[in-house]
Nanobody, 118 residues
Framework: QVQLVESGGGLVQPGGSLRLSCKVS????????MGWYRQAPGKERELVAA???????DYPDSMKGRFTVSRDTAKNTLYLQINNLKPEDTAVYYC????????????WGQGTQVTVSS
């Protein structure tokens, strides 16, 4: 079992920045790639960023530029830095960790709310 706990969300004015954190615990033997997703009201969940075990990152074209994913393996923590926040970034942000060995499982955190408003 893997547990993911996100934190760092909140209410931010347009143009501001936030750093989200995802604390990882449990048996991470079969966890390699991790990602951040978000889901806005009335919309489907979408990928924001992904990072491999060696620190290689990947972003959808629509997310390039303002989002930066990183991971601190010593602290078992995943981060998402969001700069120049816009109202359309308002969403619940989720941490995700799919297994790459053993039974196929996709672990999710409970999410952290980000609201961008003046």
């Amino acid at each position: 079992q893997v547990q993911l706990v996100e934190s760092g969300g909140g209410l931010v004015q347009p143009g501001g920045s936030l750093r989200l954190s995802c604390k990882v615990s449990g048996n991470t033997t079969c966890i390699s790639i991790m990602g951040w997703y978000r889901q806005a009201p009335g919309k489907e969940r979408e990928l924001v960023a992904a990072i491999g075990s060696r620190g290689n990152t990947d972003y959808p074209d629509s997310m390039k530029g303002r989002f930066t994913v990183s991971r601190d393996t010593a602290k078992n923590t995943l981060y998402l830095q969001i700069n120049n926040l816009k109202p359309e970034d308002t969403a619940v942000y989720y941490c995700n960790a799919p297994t790459v060995c053993g039974p196929p499982v996709s672990y999710w955190g409970q999410g952290t709310q980000v609201t961008v408003s003046s």
